[in-house]
């Protein structure tokens, strides 16, 4: 059962309701089950002895999002410094760096995203609230108008509200083509039509 969750192909995922601004993200399970076990292991117990097999499920979702081959900037969604103080590192980081380094590339991880105001915990806020929380708060520390791709990662996607604002900012910078990918994405999102899915809606 685990192995069966852990081998399916990635898949787009779609929160309902769907954010403005949301990229294209693909999502390599759906958060339940041994899935979600091993996030909130990894996240909230210390598990780093999990990163690799997160990372290389993270990894699939990058190129997934990218097409094999394609150049990109992998960039992880910043964490409240609180939290990562708390927790001793930063998941999210831990994360990217395992999945541009597994997934076919030429991909970089780049820690270019940072919270400039600060915001209350997610946990608990339906998508409105989640959405008003983040509103201007995460900025890019620099341009990227020399990256064709950047590729927002996160371990899990809910109301895509994080994701969402990652984007304005990372657009704000200059990134021309924005995506995302995450590990799981909860049972709040579905499969596109078709022609969604390949990105031409």
């Known amino acids: 059962g685990c192995l069966g969750s852990l081998t399916r192909p990635p898949e787009r995922a779609v929160p309902t309701p769907c954010p403005e601004g949301l990229p294209q993200v693909w999502a390599a399970c759906e958060y339940d089950g041994p899935v979600r076990r091993l996030l909130v292991a990894h996240k909230e117990r210390g598990r780093h002895d999990l990163t690799p097999v997160l990372g290389l499920l993270l990894g699939r979702a990058v190129s997934a999002a990218t097409g094999v081959g394609r150049p990109a900037l992998v960039v992880p969604v910043p964490s409240r410094p609180s939290s990562a103080r708390q927790r001793g590192y930063d998941h999210a980081r831990r994360l990217a760096a395992r999945a541009a380094a597994t997934a076919p590339g030429p991909l970089v991880a780049g820690h270019v995203l940072r919270l400039q105001a600060a915001v209350a915990d997610q946990g608990g806020l339906d998508a409105a609230a989640r959405s008003r929380n983040l509103a201007g708060a995460i900025v890019a520390t620099r341009p990227l108008t020399d990256w064709p791709l950047v590729v ?50």
Do not use: F, K
Request: glycine residues 6%; aromatic residues 2%; contains cysteine.
């Open 152 to 201: 927002v990662v996160d371990d899990v996607m809910t109301t895509g509200s994080t994701v969402a604002e990652c984007a304005r900012a990372l657009r704000a910078a200059g990134a021309a083509d924005v995506r995302a990918a995450v590990v799981a994405a909860t049972r709040r999102w579905a499969n596109p039509p078709a022609d969604r899915a390949r990105g031409l809606a």
